[in-house]
C-alpha cells in the first residue's frame, strides 16, 4: 500500500509537470469565465440517437431551458425549432475540411442562417480561422476556450480548470460542453442524447480492420460515413478502446470537480453509459 501511494504520488508530479508545460504552450486567449447561467439551468445536447426520443417526448422541456447543441447538429431539421442558446465545437475537422468535405460546409451555411442570438464556443487556437466564417451572421457571438488536456495533482488540474487554461483530456465534444457549462456559471447541468454506447458499436472486420458506427438522432448521409471509414482507418482495436476509457475517466473527474463548486450535473440520457453522473428518468 505504501509503494502505491509513493507511485502514485511520483505519477502525479511528473502528470502536473507535463500539464504547466502544455498550459504554457498551448493555453492562450480563453474568454473570462461568466455569470450568465448563474440561477439557471443548461441542457447540454449530444448527438447520440436517444436525443430522438428527447426531442419527441421533452420538446416543451427543452426549450424551457438554456440549450446548447454540438458538432453537425446544425444540419437537423430540429436545429431551427430548438434555437440553442449555444453551440459548441472542437474538432479541427470543422475548420481545416472546408474544401474536402461539403458537409463542413453545408454546416457553416446553416449557422448563416441563424435568426437568434447564439454564442459559438470555439477552441482558442482556431480563432484566427472562425472569424471569416460567420462575418455576415449578425446573431452570433464568439466565445473561446482552451482544450488543453490537464492530468496531475487534483488542487492543480482545479486551477486550471477554474482559470480557463485547461480541462480533463477533451476526448470528445462533451468533455468540453460540460466545462464550459460550468464557467458559464450554471448550476445545474442537464446532459441529453449522449448515449457513448460505443461498445455496442464495434466490430472488426474480415480484414483486421476496426469498425466503429456511431449513430446519431438525425440520418448520416454517405459523405459522413465515407469520413467515419477513412477516420478509423488504421486504427487498432487497443487503441480505440483506449480512447473510449480517456472519456470515461475524464467524465469522473468532472464530476470530482463540480462537486467542488456546488454544481448538479444530470445525465436525462435514456440508456447511456457514461457511470459518473446522477441519473433522471
Known amino acids: 500500500m505504501k509503494l502505491d501511494k509513493i507511485s502514485d504520488f511520483v505519477s502525479n508530479i511528473g502528470a502536473s509537470m507535463a500539464s504547466v508545460v502544455k498550459v504554457l504552450l498551448l493555453s492562450k486567449g480563453a474568454s473570462l469565465s461568466s455569470e450568465e447561467g ?3 439551468e443548461l441542457v447540454i445536447m449530444g448527438n447520440g440517437p436517444s436525443l430522438r426520443q428527447t426531442i419527441d417526448d421533452e420538446f416543451d422541456w427543452l426549450i424551457s431551458h438554456d440549450l446548447m447543441a454540438v458538432n453537425f447538429a446544425a444540419l437537423s431539421p430540429e436545429f431551427h425549432r430548438l434555437r440553442p442558446r449555444y453551440f459548441i465545437l472542437a474538432d479541427g475537422h470543422f475548420f481545416n475540411a472546408l474544401d ?3 458537409n463542413v460546409r453545408k ?3 446553416s449557422l448563416g442562417n441563424v435568426s437568434w442570438d447564439m454564442t459559438l464556443l470555439i477552441p482558442s487556437k482556431f480563432k484566427h480561422m472562425v472569424k471569416p466564417l460567420i462575418m455576415d451572421t449578425h446573431g452570433i457571438k464568439l466565445r ?4 488543453t488536456p490537464v492530468e496531475g495533482f487534483k488542487w492543480l488540474s482545479h486551477f486550471f480548470y477554474s482559470a480557463g487554461l485547461g480541462m480533463p483530456r477533451p476526448r470528445n465534444v462533451l468533455i468540453p460542453a460540460i466545462m464550459e457549462g460550468i464557467r458559464l456559471g450554471y448550476s445545474k447541468i442537464f446532459i441529453c442524447g449522449a448515449d457513448h454506447s460505443w461498445t455496442k458499436t464495434l466490430d472488426v472486420d474480415n480484414e483486421n480492420f476496426v469498425v466503429s458506427i456511431q ?5 448520416d448521409n454517405e459523405e459522413e460515413h465515407k469520413r467515419v471509414r477513412e477516420t478509423y482507418k488504421g486504427l487498432r482495436l487497443h487503441d480505440v ?3 473510449m476509457v480517456v472519456a470515461f475517466r475524464s467524465y469522473w473527474k468532472i464530476a470530482a470537480y463540480a462537486k467542488k463548486k456546488n454544481i ?3 445525465n436525462a440520457t435514456p440508456g447511456s453509459m457514461i457511470d459518473a453522473f446522477k441519473r433522471k428518468f
Open 264 to 266: 448538479e450535473i444530470i
Open 38 to 40: 448563474k440561477g439557471k
Open 215 to 219: 449513430p446519431h438522432f438525425y440520418e
Open 100 to 102: 474536402k468535405d461539403p
Open 241 to 243: 478502446l483506449g480512447s
Open 144 to 147: 473561446y476556450y482552451n482544450l
Open 107 to 109: 454546416f457553416w451555411n
